[in-house]
């Protein structure tokens, strides 16, 4: 079952900016370490971004200053706000939420930076 709803992909120009949303249900949101993955055919997948329950916030190299996590415990919804995005970002994002090992999953959406 979907627990994590996403919003907020689509096209973007380089150099643009875009927002994506990711609210949870079903659980206590601010328990859990929130994080968004990219994947998509061809490429490899990697962690993008992960905020802690106490705002604890981690990056991949590729994406520091211009990428920006943050978490609204009482709308129980993460973002992740990028700025300055290059044709290297165009992937398929999606958001968790983890608790441990146990990982629940958004169902993905698709950011394409491009002309």
């Known amino acids: 079952q979907v627990q994590l709803v996403e919003s907020g992909g689509g096209l973007v120009q380089p150099g643009g900016s875009l927002r994506l949303s990711c609210a949870a249900s079903g659980s206590i949101f601010s328990i859990y370490t929130m994080g968004w993955h990219r994947q998509s055919p061809g490429k490899p997948g990697e962690s993008v971004a992960t905020i802690t329950s106490g705002g604890t916030t981690n990056y991949v190299d590729s994406v520091k200053v211009r990428f920006t996590i943050s978490r609204d415990n009482a709308k129980n919804t993460e973002y992740l706000q990028m700025n300055s995005l290059k044709p290297e970002d165009t992937d398929d994002y999606y958001c968790?939420?983890?608790?441990?090992?146990?990982?629940?999953w958004g169902q993905g959406h698709q950011v394409d930076v491009s002309s």
């Open positions: 968790y939420k983890r608790l441990g090992d146990d990982h629940r």
